[in-house]
């Protein structure tokens, strides 16, 4: 059998993904940040694009487009231009004053000072101390390295003979200087378990041998489990006695190296703000932070076969950045477009939300949105990543506003956000002496026209950060 080798032709339709739309659904999940960030980047890269000047900062409508003859506009088009008429499909962006969007107000961002802060580590603050109160060089390489080996609460993470090996240092030295950090502040740093970071502190306190000393050492368990009762029986002591070294138990930090390590507060600048115009609510689009961008007049111009000094080399780098500036300005357009589709088809599904607060929250999901606006949903899952809402009820990302809706006994569906915040409530006005138990927080939201299991229940109490109704329980 022969093997030949020919040439067919054939007509097949295929979905090609193509740069410009590539680049389109690269720009729909990012942050404004993120946004400014390539902007600034590409008109680093492409001279073709420059940032509209302050001062030139109008609506595109005011700004005066120059004459051109008929003969000036046919020799742009067939010269300039060659086979696309990018002044056909692009004349709003090549205006010299374009600007995507006139901005709707100034706001006030939060003051620098309450964005710029400097703190001392932990491990700044033990160094510090160690510095001062050792004067031995192989103790304090063994306490750099103790220093080095605490987690962020402030717990030793190493075994003495991990850090040992590290010099290799002798075990009694490593013993000797945590001896000697254990002294430092915050007091019950650089404890290996919450057990001896308690007691650190109460031999801070010179409550050495005390009934409080005894319940730590011997009874923690039952604490954390509150069987107050039990380790009274077993201490030989009544409640009331009791109560007074459970305080000072209660007031001991059990994360001492928390403090230095602070969360860092987040600002969020909302990349939509939710206006409300009469009775209605408006979509506004936050622009500020993204520089406003153009094709620069004196690039363009050596588009112009007419001008000696521009040759094909220099013409055919200049259409490729030309071609990148301008898809690019679209690509930033048409993102704006479709956040703004997005964020009014979210207002229009929850209204009762902005007016009356997250009870009010209705269920909601991608397909919804996207069968609002008719895009499909990867598009609306792209265009609420890390996009932030400023409402009437406060700011929230826009992905807080999709959440799965539990069927109620009257016919409608309740948010899962909606239902947490009921339970929340429930537990905040319960007895803490008869603390409710996931199954009586079922029946109340059955009464309610709510029915759930007992195990949904519990998931959505551990994701409130919520214990348990024995850990909830106060006995004094």
Not at 278 to 289: C, M, T
Not at 305 to 318: F, L, M, P, Q, W
């Amino acid at each position: 059998m022969g093997i030949q080798q020919k040439l067919h032709t054939k007509l097949v339709q295929k979905l090609i993904l193509t740069p410009s739309l590539q680049q389109a659904i690269k720009l729909l999940p990012m942050s404004t940040l993120e946004l400014s960030d390539l902007l600034n980047q590409e008109m680093v890269e492409n001279p073709l694009l420059e940032e509209v000047p302050t001062e030139e900062l109008q609506p595109a409508d005011a700004v005066a487009t120059p004459e051109k003859t008929d003969a000036e506009q046919q020799g742009n088009r067939t010269e300039a231009w060659d086979d696309q008429d990018y002044e056909y499909f692009f004349g709003d962006y090549l205006d010299d004053g374009y600007r995507p969007r006139a901005p709707q107000e100034v706001k006030e961002l939060p003051p620098i000072e309450n964005t710029l802060s400097t703190s001392s580590s932990l491990s700044d603050h033990l160094m510090w101390q160690l510095s001062m109160q050792s004067d031995e060089p192989m103790l304090r390489e063994i306490g750099s390295a103790i220093i080095g080996n605490l987690d962020d609460d402030g717990y030793l993470v190493a075994s003495f003979e991990e850090l040992a090996a590290m010099g290799p240092w002798p075990v009694a030295d490593v013993d000797r200087a945590l001896r000697l950090l254990q002294s430092f502040d915050p007091t019950g740093v650089a404890a290996r378990d919450l057990q001896e970071c308690l007691l650190l502190q109460l031999r801070h306190l010179g409550l050495e041998g005390t009934p409080t000393e005894k319940i730590i050492t011997d009874h923690l368990r039952l604490l954390q489990n509150h069987q107050v009762p039990e380790i009274a029986r077993k201490l030989g002591m009544t409640i009331d006695d009791l109560k007074e070294h459970i305080e000072i138990i209660r007031n001991l930090d059990p994360k001492p190296g928390s403090r230095f390590n602070p969360s860092q507060s987040q600002y969020v600048i909302p990349d939509v703000y939710v206006i409300k115009v009469e009775d209605q609510y408006v979509a506004v689009l936050n622009d500020d932070g993204l520089p406003q961008m153009r094709i620069s007049p004196v690039y363009r111009r050596l588009l112009d076969k007419g001008t000696a000094e521009n040759n094909d080399e220099t013409r055919a780098y200049v259409k490729d950045k030309f071609r990148s500036a301008l898809w690019l300005i679209k690509s930033v357009e048409q993102r704006q477009k479709t956040i703004h589709k997005v964020a009014n088809s979210i207002i229009n599904f929850q209204r009762d939300f902005l007016d009356h607060g997250i009870e009010h929250l209705r269920p909601l999901v991608l397909r919804d949105v996207a069968n609002d606006i008719g895009m499909h949903e990867s598009t609306v899952s792209r265009v609420v990543t890390n996009k932030y809402m400023h409402t009437p009820q406060g700011v929230f990302e826009m992905k807080y506003f999709f959440h799965s809706g539990i069927s109620s006994s009257y016919g409608e569906s309740v948010s899962s956000v909606t239902i947490k915040q009921r339970i929340r409530k429930i537990i905040e006005n319960e007895d803490p002496r008869k603390p409710l138990s996931d199954s009586k927080i079922v029946s109340i939201l059955q009464r309610e026209g709510l029915e759930l299991a007992r195990r949904t229940i519990a998931k959505y109490r551990e994701e409130l950060k919520i214990s348990t109704s024995n850990q909830r329980k106060v006995l004094y």
